[in-house]
């Protein structure tokens, strides 16, 4: 779990990063192409090829296409459809898509871990509902599209991992993860990027370079492993938490407008989805032993 709170943390400065110093200025294509180039120069001084076979490599290289290069996609073009309270709104349902698509997965299904998602997605929708538009529909799908594929990378690399040594270590074979993105977002920035809105101060390289080595390289990782650490219910959850973690560093460090009252509630519903959560298993231990 204290990968995930980490990690959550971290994004949560990046997107206000993002947000700041990068969005309406910088090719999104671009920035997403540079941040998956950064975090494979990271880890690539550390792979070892010869520790995963070839259909290994060849999963950990799609799930790293699907999960940051296919959903960075569906997550850009969703902007276009739709306004971004809308966007951040439809984000909110990949705890259901956790839960759903783990259970699949595993060959089981856990019906209190869709109760706990449920209260995240209610935890969230407090915080972020502002209405809709009409029209909606297209984007709202678009949305899911990205959702999917974020939570279908978690799910697969949590598979992935079940069926490998607990002794590999991990980020000796992860750079497969980059390098299966970069089969997507090379070819994005190419064919939908905009060559003329590249990075044109310091300020804008440097957020860049700590989105692709921190946010993007070491995030990513840790996220990932720290979804093979935890159970499905605790994983759908922290998916969640974003929301409120990145709405506080806006308001703290850039002071932008927030509903605390909302805030603190659908904060407090979230938190009180992972303790029940966590109860739970305890609860199911005890039993078991």
Request: hydrophobic letters at 60%; proline letters at 3%; a positive charge.
């Amino acid at each position: 779990m204290g990968y995930l709170v980490g990690v959550t943390v971290l994004w949560a400065f990046s997107f206000s990063l993002i947000g700041v110093y990068l969005a309406g200025q910088v090719d999104s294509y671009f920035a997403v192409a540079i941040r998956v180039v950064l975090a494979a120069l990271v880890f690539l001084p550390f792979l070892r090829p010869r520790l995963l076979r070839g259909r290994q490599r060849l999963a950990l290289m799609g799930l790293g296409a699907v999960q940051l290069g296919v959903m960075y996609i569906f997550f850009y073009q969703s902007f276009l459809l739709l306004s971004v309270p809308e966007v951040l709104l439809f984000t909110i349902f990949t705890p259901l898509y956790i839960t759903l698509l783990d259970d699949a997965l595993f060959g089981r299904f856990t019906p209190f871990y869709l109760l706990t998602a449920a209260l995240a997605v209610l935890g969230a929708g407090v915080i972020r509902y502002d209405g809709l538009d009409s029209g909606f529909l297209i984007g709202f799908l678009v949305v899911q599209g990205a959702n999917l594929c974020f939570a279908l990378g978690q799910v697969g690399y949590r598979r992935l991992s079940a069926e490998l040594p607990e002794s590999l270590p991990r980020h000796s074979v992860f750079a497969w993860f980059y390098l299966g993105a970069l089969f997507v977002t090379l070819p994005a920035f190419a064919l939908l990027g905009n060559a003329s809105a590249l990075p044109t101060t310091g300020t804008q390289w440097g957020v860049l370079l700590w989105l692709g080595v921190v946010a993007s390289g070491v995030g990513y990782f840790l996220w990932n492993l720290g979804a093979t650490r935890v159970d499905a219910g605790a994983l759908a959850i922290m998916n969640n938490a974003l929301i409120p973690a990145g709405l506080v560093v806006n308001l703290v460090i850039w002071n932008r407008d927030a509903d605390l009252v909302r805030l603190v509630l659908g904060g407090a519903i979230i938190a009180g989805s992972l303790w029940l959560n966590e109860r739970w298993l305890k609860r199911r231990a005890l039993q078991a032993a």
